[in-house]
């Protein structure tokens, strides 16, 4: 279990959202993160959605049928996230 699971808990969106800030310069797919997280296709389609709404990540269409998503380094909210993100994992947490 690492840090942000010992805080928050282990949910779909918080593994979709780890996967894309460990990966935050590579575009991906929803195949691509559910392949990477051990999740469904369909738990990523669903979790993503509200990822993608709040302007954290960013949603490409790629072909006819294929998204591309990535963390928006342009937002704000983003690079609060990643912040903590970097920052929990250099601390300490009991367990």
């Given at each position: 279990?690492?840090?942000?699971?010992?805080?928050?808990?282990?949910?779909?969106?918080?593994?979709v959202l780890k996967n894309l800030i460990?990966?935050?310069?590579?575009?991906?797919?929803?195949?691509?993160?559910?392949?990477?997280?051990?999740?469904?296709?369909?738990?990523?389609?669903?979790?993503?959605?509200?990822?993608?709404?709040?302007?954290?990540?960013?949603?490409?269409?790629?072909?006819?049928?294929?998204?591309?998503?990535?963390?928006?380094?342009?937002?704000?909210?983003?690079?609060?996230?990643?912040?903590?993100?970097?920052?929990?994992?250099?601390?300490?947490?009991?367990?």
């Open positions: 279990m690492d840090k942000l699971e010992k805080i928050f808990g282990k949910t779909a969106q918080m593994t460990e990966r935050q310069n590579e575009p991906t797919y929803l195949s691509g993160i559910a392949e990477e997280t051990g999740l469904s296709h369909a738990s990523v389609s669903r979790v993503i959605t509200p990822l993608v709404g709040s302007g954290v990540v960013t949603e490409k269409p790629f072909g006819k049928q294929t998204r591309i998503f990535q963390l928006n380094m342009e937002s704000e909210a983003a690079k609060l996230i990643v912040d903590f993100y970097k920052k929990i994992n250099q601390t300490e947490i009991e367990a």
